[in-house]
């Protein structure tokens, strides 16, 4: 398989589900497990960091009128935009501590383990399913909800734990209302994905990488255009009450993962 299809592949899934309730670490690290041996190190740093700054990309163009309300009315210092802001700072609290803190063991982690990814997805099932069923009310975000929201990020950096699924489950398991769910899932990992592009940039481990630009670009317009379509997909998703369907979804990739780390 030749590197720049492999880009595209790794684009479109990376874009797909980043929004999409399934998990997208622990799709890419199927995808690893299935391609080929030296996938996992030809697309290593680099392409990770251009899919991430694409999904970032398509999120902030999908939420561009929220964003622009939210930052120009904060500059006149409007209370809710304000405090809309210091909800999503809380949130990032706990991924940055066990981001910097656990770093070296998080990393260990995306070796192809295909028993944990499989067994991370299964629990992402259950999130889904039983959020789907427990929701029952429409209540405001709170900073509180947002800390417990942002725990529910931090878990979900384990690969098979799916970050929009666990984020918005836990909102709704909070009685969040669904639309604010959505929003303040997809918005919170924004800042968070530019500062770990920021550290990966600075690191300087990316000029140790030798990969072609135009694997680079197709990785990126895939992953841009496969993360805008799934996010506005996501959405209506949430306001109609289908998070059961993907709940299925990971249990059937759940299981094929874990029987294919015995075969």
């Known amino acids: 398989m030749s590197e720049l ?7 479109i ?21 299935f391609l080929e041996d030296g996938v996992q190190t030809e697309m290593g740093l680099a392409m990770s960091v251009v899919l991430h700054f694409a999904t970032a990309l398509a999120t902030v163009f999908v939420f561009r009128k929220d964003v622009w309300h939210i930052l120009s009315t904060a500059l006149q210092k409007d209370k809710d935009s304000i405090g809309f802001i210091l909800k999503i700072i809380v949130s990032m609290i706990p991924a940055a501590m066990v981001g910097f803190f656990f ?5 260990s982690l995306f070796n192809k383990n295909m028993l944990l990814v499989g067994s991370m997805l299964l629990i992402t099932a259950f999130l889904l399913w039983y959020s789907e069923k427990a929701h029952t009310a429409n209540r405001s975000l709170t900073y509180g909800k ?25 909102a709704l398991l909070l009685n ?21 592009i920021a550290k ?21 317009v895939a992953a841009f255009v496969a993360g805008f ?7 209506q998703i949430v306001k109609n009450a289908r ?16 029987i294919s780390q015995f075969i």
Do not use: N
């Open 5 to 11: 299809l492999r880009a595209v592949i790794l684009g």
């Open 13 to 33: 899934i990376q874009g797909l589900t980043e929004f999409l309730p399934v998990s997208s670490s622990g799709h890419l690290e199927i995808a690893r497990f």
């Open 103 to 107: 770093e070296d063991l998080l990393e």
């Open 146 to 170: 947002s800390l417990l929201i942002g725990l529910a990020q931090a878990v979900a950096i384990l690969p098979g734990v799916s970050r929009s699924g666990s984020t918005i489950s836990t």
């Open 176 to 196: 969040v209302e669904r639309s604010e769910a959505a929003r303040f899932s997809f918005l919170m990992v924004v800042p968070l994905i530019f500062g770990k």
């Open 200 to 220: 990966d940039l600075l690191s300087g481990s990316l000029a140790e990488e030798a990969i072609s630009t135009s694997a680079l670009g197709a990785g990126f």
């Open 229 to 235: 379509l799934a996010c506005k997909w996501m959405i």
């Open 243 to 258: 998070l059961a369907y993907f709940a299925i979804y990971c249990f059937i990739v759940g299981s094929i993962a874990i």
